[in-house]
């Protein structure tokens, strides 16, 4: 009975050992994990933890908590790169709009100085033998109507510009709702693009223009259909080189809309962020876009029940939208 009893006391002090060895290990670890923590509060740094004693769970939790710092440093860099380009962005729409208005305030300065001398030298000359006023006149009337026709182009580009990002504000905001309803999309589809007549005589081409004999009908939103249009079209005149191709064809469960254009130095790593907002291929300081254009048709597509997708071959630019019928 003493033997028994002795043995019992024997392993209880041997369990009481292990217990004691194992507590000593998980505070090793603990007191090694709260030093590695430390260091990544304090540092910017890429470390991860690592296990000082293998023992129990301790590897697993480790394991978790560095997935857990991972996936923190992921949308951290995920921000950073997401700020980076909403500052670019906005210099860029700062300088698209700003490039309108100085132009156009410039060449209204040169109307008011063209006034101003015209009718200084008109008292001046009033009367003078041998001066063709009539020419004279002739020539700055014709001068005047260039400068203006110029202050209003910039001036409809500026336009644009805000139209774009106001409307893509209230996407994002969902205050766009759709009234979706049957539709034939033929119709609206070539009085949108007889709307840019002048803007393809301005580029010195004619488009090439295929619209379905039959009517094509769909389910839509009729002013989001001429949105989607429009900036396909106003896409392709601001990036295009030429060779525009626009249709609309049906088949037997979708409609496609198509425009494409000879590539105006767009490469086939760009097609992935062609839709992103604010994304332009074009960094000229002369570009007309806010890189809202294509991001907006994205949306309001994919609204609709749409699908969009972007090509790149032998040099030619397409943007292809797909309706369900």
Known sequence: MEGLLWGIIFLLLLWAGVLSARLCCYKKQMSHMLKELRILESEETNLLLTCAVKIGQTPEVVSAVNRVLEKSRKRQERMIRENRIYRESITGISHDIRTPLTSARGYIQMLRGENDFYGRNKREDHGSPGRDNGASERADAGRRLLWAQIVERRLNDLSVLLDQLF????????????????????????????????????????????????????????????????????????????????????????????????????????????????????????????????????????????????????GIFSVEVRFLR
């Open 167 to 314: 409307l893509y504000a209230r996407i994002e905001a969902g205050e766009i709702s759709l009234s979706m309803e049957e539709a034939n999309v033929s119709n609206l589809f070539a009085e949108t693009i007889s709307l840019f007549y002048e803007d393809f005589l301005e580029k010195g081409c004619e488009p090439e223009i295929f619209i379905e004999p039959e009517p094509c009908h769909i389910r839509t939103d009729k002013q989001a259909f001429v949105r989607i249009t429009e900036n396909l079209i106003r896409n392709a005149l601001v990036h295009g080189a030429g060779d525009y191709k626009i249709s609309l064809k049906g088949q037997e469960d979708s409609v496609t809309m198509r425009v494409s254009n000879a590539a105006g130095g767009i490469e086939t790593g760009e097609l992935e962020r062609i839709f992103d907002r604010f994304y332009t291929a074009d960094t000229s300081t002369g570009r007309k876009s806010t890189g809202l254009g294509l991001a907006i048709v994205k949306e309001l597509a994919q609204r609709m029940g749409g699908e969009v997708r972007a090509g790149l071959e032998a």
